[in-house]
């Protein structure tokens, strides 16, 4: 029994965009709901041809099953960890969780970024974590700020172009 002295500390929620959260929800579901049956189905098919032992359809879907089983356990349990939060409750003017902010680097290479919690990066599309160096660098800035990017690769100055809240 845990006494309030012993007990473990809290996890913080992490926040996730309410898009973010969409998207983590939908392959739960397309996983849960579609993926799994139709793999158990298989691996049903398999068992009934009898010997197991050299059945690699029933090899694989065993497999398949376990992969899709622990992404499943993965993603119930992140989707109880985080907090939605709407972009647009922190417009107030600085970057802050969830603003699109576009920056012009050094060299005159403009670029635009969303700041989004780390469960939903995809720098391919331009979302990048909070914590990331310019995640970090940028929170706090309003529009016309410079602001220094500690990255592996060297440090970097960025100018603030436009923010905006979607």
Request: glycine letters at 4%; hydrophobic letters at 40%; proline letters at 7%.
């Given at each position: 029994m845990w006494s309030d002295a012993m007990a473990p500390p809290s996890t913080p929620k992490r926040p996730i965009t309410?898009?973010?959260?969409?998207?983590?929800?939908?392959?739960?579901?397309?996983?849960?709901?579609?993926?799994?049956?139709?793999?158990?189905?298989?691996?049903?098919?398999a068992a009934a041809q009898g010997d197991r032992s050299e059945n690699a359809e029933y090899t694989y879907g065993k497999k398949r099953l376990r992969e899709i089983d622990r992404r499943v356990r993965f993603l119930n349990g992140l989707l109880k960890r985080v907090t939605v939060v709407d972009p647009k409750s922190n417009a107030k003017g600085t970057v802050d969780f969830g603003a699109t902010v576009t920056v012009e680097d050094e060299e005159g290479r403009v670029r635009t970024y969303q700041i989004v919690g780390?469960?939903?990066?995809?720098?391919?599309?331009?979302?990048?974590?909070?914590?990331?160096?310019?995640g970090k660098a940028l929170l706090g800035k309003k529009v016309g700020d410079d602001a220094l990017v500690f990255r592996p690769a060297g440090e970097i100055e960025v100018i603030i172009k436009s923010l905006r809240y979607v």
């Open positions: 309410p898009a973010g959260f969409a998207k983590l929800e939908k392959e739960l579901s397309e996983l849960w709901h579609r993926e799994r049956p139709r793999i158990v189905q298989e691996v049903a098919d780390e469960d939903e990066v995809e720098a391919k599309e331009g979302r990048i974590s909070m914590m990331s160096p310019m």
